[in-house]
């Protein structure tokens, strides 16, 4: 039984047409939005002349890792509190702290952190972090004046 009040429909090559352009709109639309995310959220500079860089990168980091530093840190109640300690497991005789807290993926939330010292080895500076994956480029100088970097991820649950 069909009711005369019910019209068909019949897909027609216009009809094909505006489904493929439609879907292809979407899907460029789509890569075009996250290709400007990507490029406008990472700088991609790490640093200034790789070359240079490059020439003592061998020598900076046999340096560093004679010091046999171990970094332990924790977050609680908006203090990030680091630990350094030396390859005996004493505090290592730690000259200076600067870190950079950030995200992974963005510049957005950045924050220099101003470090107290609490004792030889131990720094604290208050911090503003919501959930999430975070990221520490902590930069320390020793006693001696040998150069200490390192990343360290930071989450908040």
């Not at 046999?68 to 005996?88: A, E, Y």
């Not at 870190?99 to 952190?113: F, H, I, N, V, Y």
């Amino acid at each position: 039984m069909t009711d005369p009040d019910i019209t068909e429909r019949q897909l027609t090559g216009r009809h094909v047409l505006a489904i493929v352009v439609g879907a292809f709109a979407v899907i460029i639309a789509v890569n075009l939005t996250m290709a400007y995310k990507a490029v406008s959220t990472f700088a991609g500079l790490e640093v200034q002349n790789s070359y240079v860089a490059s020439q003592s990168f061998d020598a900076d980091r046999a340096a560093q890792e004679a010091l046999g530093w171990t970094v332990t840190h924790k977050v609680l109640n908006g203090t990030l509190t680091v630990d350094v300690t030396g390859p005996d497991g004493r505090p290592a005789d730690v000259a200076g702290v600067q870190a950079l807290l950030g995200r992974t993926t963005s510049r957005a939330d950045d924050q220099e952190l101003a470090f107290t010292r609490t004792d030889r080895a131990t720094f604290q500076a208050p911090v503003d972090v919501a959930r999430g994956q975070w990221m520490i480029r902590l930069s320390a100088t020793a006693g001696d004046g040998t150069a200490f970097r390192q990343r360290v991820s930071l989450s908040v649950r």
